[in-house]
């Protein structure tokens, strides 16, 4: 227990300041009223769905919980649910076998919902040449970017985007304009 | 040259990989199964191909079988005709080979006699007499999706309920169904539903340069990007007569230790945090971020993705790396040192993690688990030290091996991995400064139309193999890549049972298995 306290201590706090939004990464002009908006920003539950991505991005997604982004801070959760959720963030180029299950999931989140689609497999920007689908693309397999499949309201490019890009997608999600 | 008293003259393939090939008949191939089983060899990987087209009078269709045996990686093929393309069931010999016969059937229609016929990687979102992988069809036709009605199978009995979990799961991780078949709050049962993720890679391959295609192979896992992407360029090297430059090498193996470091930090944490200590993960993802921070600083790339391209690798590294590297070893060593002493006192977090998801080495070696998964239950398989490439040749990997199989030895062994990794690191290191050479790349000639080549790396999680056949004008006939997921994952099935449905999650974690890397 010494040892768990003193690393603690040792450590110290080591949260980095979070970045802000950028209107350059919005598919669609904010939708959400400034008196939600205001609401959501201080308390954003999160539902996280792979969609067929080769699990790059999650390792991102990961990270945002790490000490020094420190998500939780700013009142943004991952919820289990999409149920509980104001917010889901898909990653992946969608997968034919995956397309009925995000349909639900996105059927099941309550509204007003946001998307936000990650990484270059998810939206058709970034560096796989503005593949829908990113080095995927589209086939029997893949429905490439998740626009396709449900609607989006911001797009994060990146291979796998950073954990400040995400984090600055996020905040873009709801911030009003 | 003949391998275990068998009727099968085999070639060595080119490369630098210890592997050899041989063509065999259905009698040669069961024979030749049943000997690698019998001699303590394993079963590797198991894809299929059509070989229609390629010139006019032969035809027809091929399965291709890997097997790990003493010389190195011995890949027998057994040719079919174009009308009925059926060959025999390997799943009796070696369980491990069910799913991709499986797989090989939903992708190319040909056909285990025998054996588990249920569709893989198939759901209801393309018809079943569609298959991709055949010459003829484009794989770009697009389907209406459908749910899909699997014939689990199941548990009768007094009490006996089932449990559906996914294919969207609780945490931030990739889908798969798993349903539980429980009494109370202990499994009876547990059967995988997996596939969710098949984008279609391997048709993929197909359409993109086989110079570029790399970075397609880094995607197949990204958690394993550098093991794959190295797999791959081995192949293409192989088969283009390419030798890399020995500083890419070095590089190489330094990417490699880096990627397995980076994984091992972070599963460590998170198996803290699924036995209740959320100051475990804290703590690793914070040394985690220290490290990907550095390796995007040095490659360019956090997960270091594209650092290794067809003939080197694609940057230096920039001057005051090794310092800084060494440095970072340091600092990280005496870190993961301090959290070592506070998970093994933790007595809490030993209750979880003794006995519970146990493997036990029998079983192991019966299901081919290799790997990580593996050296937790007592199979020491290595391609490190078992057939080492350069510069693993002059490395002298320390090797862990535990019995237990359990969740604890999993644990115990990610931190002596990170602990070896980091001492090689350091070696490397020294090898880079001495190494005077500036060179860090071999530009890769053209590859001749039929060429065929190997490459298989230890990765973090275990060996990743990719098979690659180049086709005319720079382009790729054929490319089938394997993560040693896909033999693990049954695996799971089995450590389960008797344990509670809460000890899931970290079980599910102890091995941490690619979805997407068996999805492909
Ligand atoms: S964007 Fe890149 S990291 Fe993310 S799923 Fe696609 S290939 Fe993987």
Request: net charge neutral; proline share 6%; with cysteine.
């Given at each position: 227990m010494?040892?768990l306290?003193k690393?603690?201590l040792?450590?110290?706090?080591?949260t980095?300041?979070p970045?802000?939004?950028?209107d350059?990464l919005?598919?669609?002009?904010?939708?959400?009223e400034q008196?939600?908006?205001?609401?959501l920003?201080r308390?954003?539950?999160?539902?996280?769905?792979?969609?067929?991505?080769?699990?790059?991005?999650?390792?991102?997604?990961?990270?945002?919980?790490?000490?020094y982004?420190n998500?939780?801070?700013?009142?943004?959760?991952?919820?289990a649910s999409?149920?509980?959720?104001d917010l889901?963030l898909v990653?992946?180029?969608?997968?034919?076998?995956?397309v009925v299950?995000l349909q639900?999931?996105?059927?099941?989140?309550?509204?007003p919902?946001?998307?936000?689609?990650v990484g270059?497999?998810g939206?058709?920007t970034g560096?796989?040449?503005?593949?829908?689908g990113g080095?995927?693309?589209?086939?029997?397999?893949?429905r490439?970017?998740?626009?396709?499949v449900i609607?989006?309201?911001v797009?994060?490019?990146?291979?796998?985007?950073t954990?400040?890009?995400?984090?600055?997608?996020?905040?873009?999600?709801?911030?009003g304009? | 040259?003949?391998?275990?008293?068998?009727?099968?003259e085999?070639t060595?393939?080119?490369?630098?990989?210890?592997?050899?090939?041989?063509?065999a008949?259905?009698?040669?191939?069961?024979?030749?199964?049943?000997?690698?089983?019998?001699?303590?060899?394993?079963?590797?990987?198991l894809?299929?191909?059509?070989?229609?087209?390629?010139?006019s009078?032969?035809?027809?269709?091929?399965?291709?079988?890997a097997f790990?045996?003493?010389?190195?990686?011995?890949?027998?093929?057994?040719?079919?005709?174009?009308?009925?393309?059926?060959?025999?069931?390997?799943?009796?010999?070696f369980?491990?080979?069910?799913?991709?016969?499986?797989t090989?059937?939903?992708?190319?229609?040909i056909?285990?006699?025998?054996g588990?016929?249920?569709?893989?990687l198939?759901h209801?979102?393309?018809?079943?007499d569609?298959?991709?992988?055949?010459?003829d069809?484009?794989g770009?036709?697009?389907?209406?999706?459908h749910?899909?009605?699997?014939?689990?199978?199941?548990?009768?009995?007094?009490?006996?309920?089932?449990?559906?979990v996914?294919?969207i799961?609780?945490?931030?991780?990739?889908?798969g169904?798993?349903?539980?078949?429980?009494?109370g709050?202990?499994?009876?049962?547990?059967e995988?539903?997996?596939?969710w993720?098949?984008?279609?890679i391997?048709?993929?391959?197909?359409q993109?340069?086989?110079?570029?295609?790399?970075?397609?192979?880094?995607?197949?896992?990204?958690?394993?990007t550098?093991?794959?992407a190295w797999?791959y360029c081995?192949?293409?090297?192989?088969?283009?007569?390419c030798?890399p430059?020995?500083?890419a090498?070095?590089?190489?193996?330094?990417?490699?230790?880096r990627?397995?470091?980076?994984?091992?930090?972070?599963?460590l944490?998170?198996?803290?945090?699924d036995?209740a200590?959320?100051?475990g993960l804290?703590?690793?993802?914070?040394l985690?971020?220290?490290w990907?921070?550095?390796?995007?600083e040095l490659?360019?790339?956090?997960?270091?993705?594209?650092?290794?391209?067809?003939?080197?690798?694609?940057r230096?590294?920039?001057?005051g790396?090794?310092?800084?590297?060494?440095?970072?070893?340091?600092?990280?060593?005496?870190?993961?040192?301090?959290?070592?002493?506070?998970?093994?006192?933790h007595?809490?977090?030993?209750?979880?993690?003794?006995?519970?998801?146990?493997l036990n080495?029998?079983?192991?070696s019966a299901?081919?688990?290799?790997?990580?998964?593996?050296?937790?239950?007592s199979?020491?398989w290595d391609?490190?030290?078992?057939?080492?490439?350069?510069?693993?040749?002059?490395l002298?990997?320390?090797?862990?091996?535990?019995r237990?199989g359990?969740v604890?030895?999993?644990?115990?062994?990610?931190?002596?991995?990170?602990?070896?990794?980091?001492?090689?690191?350091?070696?490397?290191?020294?090898?880079?400064?001495?190494n005077?050479s500036?060179?860090?790349?071999?530009?890769?000639?053209?590859?001749?139309?039929?060429?065929?080549g190997?490459?298989?790396?230890?990765g973090?999680?275990?060996?990743?193999?990719?098979?690659?056949?180049?086709?005319?004008?720079?382009?790729?006939?054929?490319?089938?890549?394997?993560?040693?997921?896909?033999?693990?994952?049954?695996?799971?099935?089995?450590?389960?049972?008797?344990?509670?449905v809460?000890?899931?999650?970290?079980?599910n974690?102890?091995?941490?298995?690619?979805?997407?890397?068996?999805?492909?």
């Amino acid at each position: 227990m010494y040892q768990l306290l003193k690393q603690i201590l040792v450590t110290g706090i080591k949260t980095e300041a979070p970045p802000v939004a950028d209107d350059a990464l919005r598919v669609t002009t904010q939708r959400l009223e400034q008196a939600m908006l205001k609401t959501l920003g201080r308390a954003l539950v999160i539902r996280h769905i792979d969609a067929g991505s080769c699990n790059g991005c999650e390792l991102e997604i990961h990270a945002l919980g790490n000490p020094y982004y420190n998500l939780e801070a700013l009142g943004i959760r991952f919820a289990a649910s999409p149920r509980h959720a104001d917010l889901l963030l898909v990653t992946g180029p969608v997968a034919s076998n995956m397309v009925v299950a995000l349909q639900r999931a996105y059927e099941a989140t309550p509204a007003p919902k946001l998307v936000v689609a990650v990484g270059d497999c998810g939206c058709n920007t970034g560096n796989c040449a503005g593949n829908s689908g990113g080095i995927f693309g589209e086939s029997y397999a893949s429905r490439g970017k998740v626009a396709n499949v449900i609607p989006v309201d911001v797009a994060v490019p990146g291979c796998p985007p950073t954990p400040l890009a995400l984090m600055q997608g996020i905040l873009t999600a709801i911030s009003g304009k | 040259m003949r391998f275990l008293d068998q009727n099968l003259e085999f070639t060595r393939l080119p490369g630098a990989l210890e592997s050899f090939h041989a063509n065999a008949d259905e009698t040669q191939l069961s024979a030749f199964a049943a000997a690698v089983k019998q001699t303590g060899g394993r079963f590797v990987a198991l894809w299929g191909s059509d070989e229609r087209k390629r010139n006019s009078n032969a035809g027809g269709y091929a399965v291709h079988v890997a097997f790990g045996i003493a010389e190195g990686l011995a890949l027998v093929t057994l040719p079919m005709h174009a009308e009925n393309p059926e060959y025999p069931d390997l799943s009796e010999i070696f369980p491990a080979a069910n799913r991709l016969q499986r797989t090989c059937f939903d992708l190319l229609g040909i056909r285990a006699r025998g054996g588990d016929q249920r569709p893989w990687l198939r759901h209801a979102n393309w018809p079943a007499d569609y298959f991709p992988l055949r010459r003829d069809v484009d794989g770009a036709r697009q389907f209406e999706a459908h749910n899909e009605d699997y014939a689990f199978v199941r548990v009768e009995g007094d009490g006996v309920h089932e449990i559906p979990v996914g294919p969207i799961h609780a945490g931030i991780i990739e889908p798969g169904h798993f349903r539980f078949s429980i009494v109370g709050e202990k499994v009876l049962r547990l059967e995988q539903r997996l596939g969710w993720t098949h984008k279609g890679i391997e048709k993929r391959f197909e359409q993109l340069p086989l110079a570029e295609a790399h970075k397609l192979a880094g995607r197949v896992s990204g958690d394993s990007t550098v093991a794959f992407a190295w797999a791959y360029c081995l192949a293409a090297e192989s088969l283009a007569a390419c030798t890399p430059p020995p500083r890419a090498l070095w590089l190489r193996a330094l990417l490699l230790e880096r990627e397995r470091v980076a994984n091992h930090l972070g599963d460590l944490g998170a198996l803290g945090n699924d036995a209740a200590l959320s100051f475990g993960l804290a703590q690793f993802l914070r040394l985690k971020e220290d490290w990907l921070r550095l390796s995007g600083e040095l490659f360019g790339h956090r997960f270091m993705m594209d650092a290794i391209v067809p003939g080197g690798v694609a940057r230096d590294l920039p001057g005051g790396a090794s310092e800084k590297i060494a440095r970072q070893c340091n600092a990280i060593e005496r870190e993961v040192r301090i959290l070592k002493n506070i998970y093994d006192e933790h007595a809490g977090l030993q209750d979880r993690f003794l006995t519970t998801g146990r493997l036990n080495p029998a079983l192991a070696s019966a299901l081919s688990i290799s790997g990580l998964a593996g050296r937790a239950s007592s199979q020491a398989w290595d391609l490190r030290t078992q057939f080492p490439i350069t510069p693993y040749d002059q490395l002298d990997v320390r090797i862990a091996t535990h019995r237990n199989g359990d969740v604890a030895a999993r644990v115990t062994l990610r931190f002596e991995e990170v602990f070896e990794s980091l001492r090689l690191t350091r070696i490397i290191l020294t090898q880079l400064l001495e190494n005077k050479s500036t060179e860090y790349f071999a530009p890769l000639p053209a590859a001749p139309d039929g060429a065929f080549g190997l490459g298989w790396i230890e990765g973090w999680r275990g060996d990743v193999l990719v098979a690659l056949e180049a086709g005319p004008a720079g382009s790729i006939r054929r490319c089938h890549c394997h993560d040693s997921s896909t033999r693990t994952w049954p695996a799971l099935e089995h450590a389960v049972m008797g344990n509670i449905v809460p000890d899931f999650p970290l079980i599910n974690k102890s091995f941490n298995l690619s979805y997407s890397g068996q999805d492909l």
